[in-house]
């Protein structure tokens, strides 16, 4: 639960009430807590403190200006998979010396705009990207620096949807096959290889993987070596799990006991790329129930927030744990499991104005029936919550308030009709 909790049957994020953040703010609105985003940036740091980490806040997890602020202000660089992504990095003050970019798919326009940038590191993907990342590099009179992401070739961990290093995907580049493209590197005016990089896959809930991988990495690291890279860097990537169910998640501490002998091994400087175990369980999706419905022997609710502003279970069936804001008395204020029956409840289904049956943000969830106009929590939705939101059926995006103790604040106003057509030209 972090810093949201109930107290006398309210929501609360940190000291304040959710409903007044609803009042003021309208819904649907994430609401975020700065305490909870600040304390798992430092359980990542403090976990691996030993090997002093440059640590690359992920911000596809969400890129709002205001939590990258927060991250950079705390110690953070960023992790950045597109050009759009470096301009939040860098306008949030991001040390470019802690900014690695990522991506399967960089533009030349992009790649110069990281080389101008003097960011940390290019995790590059392919044969073919490096070699015009060296040319682009190179006609600019600089050398890239160069993590060669490689696809470790793991079992399957998570959903097949963000799992990044089983055979096959299109992330990195193959295990058997890269001691080979980082040959025809050596020399090259325009490159200079200096990291390994792995991004496993997100979430992960368990340590395992990581120790594999790191094992896999500390031997490529020496073959890289032997063939004359000055390898400075061993990039684990992200991944790290978190609860989403129930406690589920395993501590920042036991993804060190893996990852940490591979650093000392090879004497690297490590880099992380966490976004989700950072903002995940710091956000909460807050909507308004407009109506409530029966069919087909089924109950829905319907609310003011929808699959364009929480995409995740309806892409990959996710589970995101929902309850009243104000749970009426009778039912638990806050239940140890979601998936259990819980007294008082009635199954239903959390679904959205999309005119989609695939709109939906729970499925047949025991909940305690709710009238129009109650306030509903989603919880965890603060990682890849309003970073994959649209505007779908011309909905607009949501608010974004960030609490602070007792304080909040705006840090994305809602969008107006306005906003969405402001793009469109010659009409
Ligand atoms: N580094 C790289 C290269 C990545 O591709 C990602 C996530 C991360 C770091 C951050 O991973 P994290 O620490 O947040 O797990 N939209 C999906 C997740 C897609 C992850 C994409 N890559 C979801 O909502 O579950």
């Not at 039912?331 to 049956?357: L, R």
């Amino acid at each position: 639960m972090d810093h949201f909790q109930y107290r006398d049957r309210t929501l609360f994020c940190e000291d304040v009430p959710v409903p007044e953040i609803a009042a003021e703010f309208g819904t649907p609105v994430f609401v975020y807590s700065k305490a909870t985003l600040v304390h798992h940036l430092k359980s990542i740091q403090d976990a691996f403190a030993e090997a002093r980490p440059v640590i690359a806040y992920s911000v596809k997890t969400n890129g709002n200006l205001s939590i990258c602020k927060l991250m950079a202000e705390y110690g953070s660089g960023f992790d950045v998979t597109s050009g759009g992504e470096l301009y939040r990095a860098l306008k949030a003050g991001g040390p470019n010396a802690k900014t690695v970019f990522a991506g399967v798919g960089k533009s030349e326009a992009e790649m110069r705009y990281g080389l101008q940038s003097n960011v940390m590191l290019f995790n590059v993907e392919s044969e073919e990207e490096l070699f015009e990342l060296g040319r682009v590099a190179a006609s600019m009179g600089r050398k890239a620096p160069v993590a060669l992401r490689v696809n470790p070739d793991l079992p399957p961990k998570t959903h097949a949807k963000t799992d990044t290093s089983v055979k096959g995907v299109k992330f990195g580049l193959d295990i058997e096959g890269v001691l080979d493209v980082s040959a025809k590197a050596v020399g090259h005016p325009g490159l200079a290889i200096v990291g390994l990089h792995l991004h496993l896959g997100s979430p992960i809930l368990k340590s395992e993987p990581y120790a594999a991988g790191a094992a896999k990495a500390v031997q490529l690291i020496e073959a890289f070596r032997k063939q004359g890279h000055d390898i400075r860097y061993l990039n684990m990537g992200g991944g790290f799990g978190i609860h989403y169910r129930k406690q589920e998640a395993l501590p920042a501490t036991a993804f060190a006991e893996v990852i940490l002998p591979a650093v000392r091994a090879t004497g690297c400087q490590l880099v992380l790329e966490p976004g989700r175990f950072i903002v995940g369980n710091a956000g909460v999706l807050v909507s308004r129930v407009l109506f409530n419905k029966d069919t087909g022997g089924k109950h829905y609710v319907i609310q003011d927030a929808a699959m364009n502003d929480l995409v995740r279970p309806t892409l990959y069936d996710s589970f995101h744990r929902v309850w009243p804001v104000n749970p009426a008395a009778g039912v638990p204020e806050y239940p140890d499991d979601f998936e259990a029956a819980i007294p008082g409840t009635v199954v239903q289904d959390v679904v959205g104005p999309v005119c989609e049956s695939g709109d939906y943000l729970a499925k047949a969830r025991h909940l305690p029936l709710m009238a129009r106009g109650d306030l509903v929590a989603v919880f965890s939705a603060g990682a890849y919550g309003m970073s994959m939101s649209s505007n779908y059926n011309s909905r607009c995006r949501a608010a974004e308030v960030l609490v602070d103790g007792t304080s909040c604040r705006l840090i994305r106003r809602r969008e107006l009709y306005e906003d969405l057509v402001a793009a469109e030209v010659d009409c």
